[in-house]
Structure formats: structure tokens, C-alpha cells
């Protein structure tokens, strides 16, 4: 990550057009990892949680709804803060706090001490995502689909892996190996204390106008634009309303449905979650190069027969469906987050913010709202109801088309 003596004699000479710095796109991935990997501790644990607690799904859909709301309604606020006042070092903050909410798990004896908990790995959140999405913007020299799709494929692989570990290391020991976990927090510490150097170093040159800025604004009314955002997060509601059904209570679901242990359906959500992680590699790039509006169409539309077909599925078919699901739903996200990025133009922190923390709202809103349905019928009837939801890309038929050459 270091400027070389020939580069820096260069940039005396004119300012530089930055291409795409992959060294920095992998590791703000790798930190994405270890970020939500930790994150993903929360829900994978709740079987355990659930019989230590003697929760009812009431009870964990608030838990939910407390990490979400806490890792959603700060975002917007940071990241329009860090578009004017860019905090490099605030990435390794972030880490702290969520170290220290998975400290506090670890040792809850509570339901109100694993809501306290919760939360700061909700501020944890909060602070990392506005800022990590703009290095990966920062650092994509013009390729933003490619580079929110390596970003997004960092959070969803160590979303896939954390339910996995906890099978392995929490779930047959008891809900004080949780503290393992920090070991992710501190790794990721000393990451993005390198990242940090690199973004400070970045900003110095643009200060400097070193480096062209290459945003450009789109030729839409106000008006449009508006509407265009309001469209974009109707279909983030879709996408992770049903993802919360999946990443909460598809455990829940296998367990009732099928007769499966907790470990056989902590398999079969990191299934479900590696799938997720997949498909978000595919939808950047695509969507680079064919335009990001059919991407939406396929990603979000395009899940609604295989969502549909899932609740009447015996258990080999519901397997094989979530991962057809997984795939295409989550070649949306990275689509969505540029398209918004590029609508509104040096506005990247905002955005990412509005835009992550709109995510997390709707999984903990969606969480709350399906687990009390759950209790109040069938966790089968949740999978029945969820299912229409990805018919609301029918939407992304008013987005305009902003594909550039």
C-alpha cells in the first residue's frame, strides 16, 4: 500500500486518474469477514440462547430488533458526517465496540444484559459499514460494481462462516466459548489500522488534487432521483425482509419441519448463507458491464418462483432451493448500493450508511414482525407468508436506466 518513489515523482508531474487497487479492495473484504462473522454470532446462537433463556420467539425477534435498530439508525447520521469529516481510524473503533459486545454475550446471564449486548455490536456496526464501503469506492478506480461485490462478498462469506463455527465451538460448549470470537475482533483490528494508513494517505492526495475525482452527476431531475432512492430501498425491504426469515428462523424452520439437530441446521443455514455469499460476487461485475437496473430485475423478481416453491418442499428440495434462492437474491445488494452511489454522486458515506443501516433496520424490523407471527401461528406459516415478498421487484420497473459506457 505504500506510494513508491516512482509514483510519488509522477504525481509532481500531473494529477492521477486512480485505477483499481486491489490490495485494499481484499483486505476491506477480509475485514468485512471478520466483522460480520462476529455479527453472525448473534443470530446462529439463539437455539442456544433460546434454551438458556427459555426465549420465546417474541423475545429473539427483539434481540433482533435491537442489533438491527442499532446498527441501522446511526449509519445515514455517520455517513454523512465522514463525507465531510472523513475518520480513517474510526474502522478500528468500530472493532472495538464490537468486540466488546461479544465480551458482554459471552458472560449474559439476562435477557436484558443480551440486549445490552446486542447493541454494541449493533454501534459497532454502525460506525464500520459507512466507512469500509467508502474505501472499497475509494479504491475501485472506476470499477464500483466489481469493488462493492468483492466488499459484499467479505461480509456475506463471514456471515456464512460464523454460523458454522458456532456449530463447532459454541453450540456443544456452552455460550461462554462466544468469547473465541474476539480473536476475529482483534485480527480485524490490526487490519484496518493498516487500511486506515492507506485511506489517510488517500485523502492527503486528493487534498493535494493528485487524483482526479471522477464522480459525475446524472442527468435526472431532483425529482427522479427521489423517487429513484425510494425505489431502491422499497426493494432493499423485500430483499432483507426475507433474508430475516431465512438468517433468524430457517434453524427454527429445519428443526420443526424435519426433526434436524441444532448442528445439522447450523449446515444447512451455512449453506444457505455460503450461497448468499456467492452470488454476491456476480452481481457487481455483471451489472458494471450490462447495466445495473436488469441485474435488479433478475436479483430480487427473479427469486419470487423459488421463494414460492420453498415451504411445499420436503427437506433434499429445501436445501437445493436455498441455495438457488441465495444466489439470486444477493446479486441485488451490490447493484442497489452503486446504483444509489452513482444517483447521488459525492454523497458515498450517506448513501452506504442510508443504505447498510436501511438494510439492518428492515432485517430486525422483518425479525420482530415474522417472530411474532411465528408464535402467534406456525414458524411453517412464516415461510408461507415471506415468499411473496421478492414479487415487489416488480418496482424496479420505475428506476431510470443510468448504464455508462
Request: glycine share 8%.
Amino acid at each position: 500500500m505504500n506510494i513508491s518513489s516512482a509514483t510519488a515523482s509522477q504525481t509532481i508531474q500531473a494529477p492521477l486518474v486512480q485505477k483499481t487497487v486491489y490490495s485494499v479492495l481484499f483486505s476491506i473484504a477480509f475485514a468485512h469477514l471478520l466483522n460480520d462473522l462476529m455479527q453472525s454470532v448473534i443470530p446462529s446462537t439463539y437455539p442456544i440462547l433460546k434454551e438458556n433463556f427459555s426465549l420465546s420467539f417474541t423475545q429473539i425477534g427483539l434481540i433482533t430488533f435491537v442489533f438491527q435498530l442499532t446498527a441501522s439508525i446511526l449509519q445515514p447520521f455517520i455517513g454523512f458526517y465522514t463525507d465531510k469529516y472523513p475518520k480513517p481510524y474510526s474502522l478500528v473503533i468500530a472493532m472495538l465496540f464490537t468486540i466488546t459486545g461479544l465480551g458482554f454475550l459471552s458472560i449474559s446471564t439476562s435477557f436484558w444484559m443480551l440486549l445490552v449486548s446486542v447493541a454494541f455490536v449493533g454501534i459497532g456496526s454502525s460506525i464500520f459499514h459507512p466507512e469500509a464501503s467508502r474505501v472499497a469506492y475509494l479504491g475501485s478506480g472506476g470499477k464500483r460494481g466489481l469493488a462493492q461485490s468483492i466488499f459484499q462478498l467479505g461480509g456475506n462469506s463471514g456471515s456464512a462462516i460464523g454460523p458454522l463455527l458456532v456449530a463447532l465451538v459454541v453450540a456443544p460448549f456452552g455460550q461462554s466459548n462466544i468469547i473465541w470470537f474476539v480473536i476475529a475482533g482483534i485480527l480485524g483490528i490490526i487490519i484496518l489500522s493498516q487500511i486506515a494508513l492507506w485511506y489517510q494517505n488517500h485523502l492527503n492526495l486528493r487534498a493535494a488534487k493528485k487524483i482526479v475525482n471522477e464522480d459525475v452527476a446524472v442527468p435526472l431531475s431532483k425529482r427522479k432521483i427521489n423517487l429513484s432512492i425510494a425505489v431502491l430501498l422499497l426493494l432493499i425491504f423485500s430483499k432483507f425482509f426475507y433474508m430475516a426469515s431465512m438468517s433468524s428462523y430457517f434453524t427454527f424452520y429445519l428443526m420443526h419441519k424435519f426433526g434436524l439437530t441444532i448442528q445439522e441446521s447450523q449446515f444447512h443455514l451455512f449453506i444457505f448463507l455460503a450461497s448468499v455469499a456467492a452470488g454476491t460476487l456476480i452481481g457487481g461485475p455483471l451489472g458494471d458491464r450490462f447495466g445495473r437496473k436488469y441485474i435488479i430485475w433478475i436479483s430480487i423478481l427473479g427469486a419470487a418462483p423459488f421463494t414460492l416453491l420453498l415451504p411445499y418442499a420436503n427437506l433434499f428440495w429445501t436445501g437445493a432451493l436455498s441455495v438457488i434462492i441465495g444466489i439470486i437474491i444477493a446479486s441485488a445488494f451490490s447493484a442497489i448500493l452503486v446504483f444509489a452511489q452513482e444517483l447521488m454522486p459525492g454523497k458515498v458515506g450517506m448513501i452506504s450508511g442510508l443504505f447498510f443501516g436501511f438494510a439492518f433496520g428492515m432485517g430486525g424490523l422483518g425479525s420482530a414482525i415474522l417472530g411474532y407471527v411465528a408464535d402467534q401461528t406456525s414458524i411453517e406459516y412464516v415461510y408461507k407468508l415471506s415468499s411473496f415478498l421478492p414479487l415487489i421487484g416488480v418496482f424496479t420497473y420505475f428506476l431510470p436506466n443510468i448504464k455508462k459506457k
